[in-house]
């Protein structure tokens, strides 16, 4: 929606002032973890001021210039205050950003909605369904016959927002269009925020007020606002300061609303995709010099927004979102089109739901495919629930784990990554690309091992199953569209290629022939310069991202009319074009002997709940005082008789009871508890990470109640209370 791209991180090489809301990037965990630990490493010891916003002061608090303590799911409150002093106090936002690179200078009229060239048109527009999946939808916005209007300040007319005349967009005032009074979206949120002071957000945060307004005077200053660079020939606006948020402060109940106001932030001094500002991941290529492929852009799409084809699939579909509507896909994200995944097939309440809709649901088959599911989603019992009505689970894993001993029917072992060979590792996500103005890299998997046993890849047996389904050219279709192959290369419908032939075809045609998989094998991986208009593409392309929420009007609407009809409770409020924060369950007890809020975050020794099992990082978990321990702040732990190694259970407003034992820390916010990672096991599978750690994940719930009701994302953190126990297992 902003940086078409999953997430974003500081233009390390370029940026002096970073702020993290909840995001570890840089010190062994988030995304691209080498990439950027080398590239945060160097930008700290070139001076960048790090802020970490976090209840722990651990892997990014402890790398932090400064690390300030917040009660999770509050980071909207903390930003919001922040943009308010920064565009009503300071008065020093990025206007030429905001009135270009963003709705902001749209006409809201009365009813919430973008004043358009001619009215409001009653049928909505029809594009490809969601993801390129399933029947065309209804979209949010009118196309291009009937545009969104703005203010032209000098000329004192309206105009369409891409009219090449325009003087100068109005961002702020209140004017009269075809008699209907409007005001720029900018207005409504400078308005808006006002509520946002710096007292009410400390109130909810636990953030002294005297911290916000300083940080945000920080952050407004060290982006400095109207400044240049020259990069390469290109003169382009230089913003050394930036705000990222990652699963921290986004895993919330509110987390739609949080990670547009982490964007609005950033908007405020106009640094996105710019130099030394918040960068997506590599969002652009212009293609590999020698053959033009691998190319991939945002462009500017329904009334002026971000689209893109790239990111995810080759089918993304349309920004606005798709409408609502009702039909039998128990995803339910026809409903709920904001959600780009569904909680809905795991939770407590789904079968209440499709009843409410009036589906009944079964799956037939499951194919699991490197997700230990049952450990890592939310509480077990209630994602067991779910497994074990699917009469038919296919586990493709390298270990045994609880989901193969739980649930599986046939487990398929699949090699490991030293026992591969494969093209796709280097294309998948852009996460493989570095961003700012480093390479192009484009690297291979080649087999460094025989694979063990029977070991074979998932790879060759789908396409096995498919061929014995006789849909080989099915898959041979998939490929052509996904490789974008031109008419002569294009695989034949009853072509069966080995896999090394296949990522000779492939890299061939990204590369060129004397880039094959030969010259893969030899040399690993490819590189190539990346150009400025690639690194910093905001500057380059015409696309807009949202500031005000426009499509919450259509969309709430719709998701009202349907949900009420079918008698299903959602949150409305959240949907408001306003961006705005909202409080969590875990803020709202209603038993208040539940005190404490546990939260969970990444252990750089672990990737998800899987490395586990590995005898030399379970030696070095044992070394640390936090892997296997639950923290929690030094006074609040003495105060409730507890000291470092006694064990406690831990009880949670959604029923779930888990037991481990304390590490008392100074520097965790006093009403918190911290868990690492995804520890905890129980199967026999597992002899060396059975018992160990704590399951954080038994705290959490997984029903409507406790997801975000517009990005369905469920609740990550836990209201819970904790009392002193003898004995372990549990
Ligand atoms: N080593 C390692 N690296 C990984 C992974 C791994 O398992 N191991 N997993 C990968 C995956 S799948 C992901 S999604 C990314 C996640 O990448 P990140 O989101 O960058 O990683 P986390 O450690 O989960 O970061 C969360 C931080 O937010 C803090 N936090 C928790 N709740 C809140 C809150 O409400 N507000 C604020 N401000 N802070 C909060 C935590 O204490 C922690 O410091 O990491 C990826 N990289
Ligand atoms: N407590 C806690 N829970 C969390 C999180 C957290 O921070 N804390 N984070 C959440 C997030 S952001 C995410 S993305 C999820 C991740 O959750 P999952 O994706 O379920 O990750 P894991 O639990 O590590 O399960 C991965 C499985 O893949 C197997 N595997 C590893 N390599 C291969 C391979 O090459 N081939 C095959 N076939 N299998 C392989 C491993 O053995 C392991 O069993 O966890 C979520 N749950
Ligand atoms: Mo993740």
Not at 104 to 114: F, K, N, Q
Not at 144 to 153: E, F, G, Q, S
Not at 408 to 437: H, K, Q, R
Not at 579 to 602: A, T
Request: proline share 6%; glycine share 8%; with cysteine.
């Amino acid at each position: 929606m902003v940086h078409a791209s999953w997430s974003h991180v500081p233009d390390f090489k370029l940026c002096n002032y970073a702020i993290y809301f909840g995001a570890s990037k840089g010190h062994g965990s988030g995304h691209s973890a080498m990439i950027t630990a080398r590239l945060a490493a160097e930008a700290k010891s070139r001076g960048m001021k790090l802020v970490v916003f976090d209840p722990m002061c651990n892997f990014a608090g402890g790398k932090a210039t400064e690390w300030i303590p917040i009660i999770p799911g509050t980071d909207a409150a903390v930003v919001l205050a922040m943009s308010n002093i920064i565009i009503n106090e300071l008065g020093r936002y990025d206007a030429h950003y905001i009135a270009h690179k963003t709705n902001g200078p749209y006409l809201i009229g009365p009813d919430g909605r973008y004043v358009r060239e001619k009215g409001r048109v009653e049928k909505p527009m029809v594009r490809p369904g969601p993801f390129g999946l399933g029947p065309p939808a209804e979209v949010v916005g009118d196309g291009d016959d009937n545009k969104p209007l703005v203010w032209d300040a000098l000329d004192q007319v309206a105009k369409v927002y891409d009219d090449p005349g325009i003087k100068e967009y109005a961002l702020t005032g209140e004017y009269e269009v075809k008699g209907v009074q409007c005001r720029p979206g900018f207005q409504l949120l400078k308005d808006h925020l006002k509520t946002y002071t710096p007292e009410y957000a400390s109130e909810v945060s636990s953030v002294p007020p005297e911290t916000i307004s300083r940080i945000a005077e920080e952050f407004s200053d060290a982006a400095k606002v109207g400044s240049t660079i020259t990069i390469d020939g290109h003169e382009l606006p230089y913003r050394p300061a930036a705000a990222v948020v990652f699963r921290g402060g986004q895993g919330h109940e509110n987390s739609h609303h949080t990670c547009l106001a982490v964007s609005m932030f950033n908007a405020i001094v106009g640094n996105c995709d710019l130099p030394g500002g918040a960068l997506g991941w590599p969002a652009r290529s212009l293609g590999y010099p020698g053959t033009g492929q691998l190319k991939f852009e945002p462009y500017k799409g329904v009334d002026g927004m971000i689209e893109t084809d790239y990111f995810f699939t080759h089918n993304h579909g349309p920004w606005p979102s798709h409408l609502p509507h009702k039909s039998d896909d128990p995803s339910m994200q026809s409903i709920f089109t904001l959600a780009p995944f569904t909680f809905v097939y795991g939770a407590s309440d789904r079968k209440e739901l499709w009843e409410k809709l009036g589906l009944d649901h079964k799956f037939e088959i499951m194919f699991s495919y490197g997700c230990n599911t049952v450990m890592s989603l939310a509480n077990p019992d209630v994602t067991a629930d779910t497994l074990k009505e699917i009469p038919f689970l296919v586990v493709f894993e390298i270990f045994n784990s609880e989901l193969t001993e739980g649930f599986a029917d046939i487990v398929l072992p699949d090699t490991c990554y030293l026992e591969e060979t494969s093209w796709v590792e280097g294309y998948a996500f852009n996460f493989n690309y570095a961003f700012g103005m480093d390479d192009w890299c484009y690297h291979v998997q080649q087999p460094i091992v025989e694979p063990l046993a029977e070991r074979r890849n998932i790879n060759d047996v789908i396409r096995e199953i498919c061929h014995r389904l006789g849909k080989t050219a099915n898959v041979n279709a998939f490929y052509n569209r996904f490789c974008e192959f031109s008419e002569e290369d294009k695989i034949l419908p009853d072509e069966r290629l080995s896999q090394p032939e296949m990522c000779d075809k492939v890299l061939t045609h990204f590369f060129g022939q004397e880039h094959g998989w030969d010259y893969f094998k030899k040399n690993g991986f490819i590189r190539w310069p990346k150009k400025v208009e690639e690194a910093y593409w905001r500057h380059f392309i015409d696309a807009r991202h949202v500031l005000y929420l426009e499509y919450m009007v259509d969309i709430g609407e719709r998701v009202k009319e349907i949900t009420e009809e079918a008698g299903i409770n959602v949150r409305m409020e959240q949907y408001t074009p306003l961006i705005s924060w909202f409080p969590c369950s875990i803020h709202q007890p209603k038993d208040p002997s539940y005190d404490l809020i546990c939260f969970s975050y990444r252990d750089i020794l672990h990737t998800g709940s899987h490395s586990m099992e590995q005898p030399w990082l379970d030696e070095a978990s044992a070394m640390n005082p936090y892997t296997y321990n639950i923290t929690i702040n030094t006074d609040i732990g003495r105060n409730k008789g507890l000291q470092d190694g006694d064990l406690i259970e831990i009880e949670s407003t959604t029923g779930g009871k888990a037991r481990g034992t304390v590490k008392l820390m100074e520097g965790q916010h006093p009403q918190t508890l911290g868990i690492a990672a995804c520890s905890g096991h129980w199967t026999d599978a597992m002899p060396i990470a059975k018992g160990k750690g704590t399951h954080f994940d038994t705290l959490i719930a997984c029903d409507l109640d406790h997801v975000d009701p517009v990005s369905l994302n469920i609740e990550t953190a836990a209201r819970v209370k904790i009392r002193k126990v003898e004995e372990r297992p549990i």
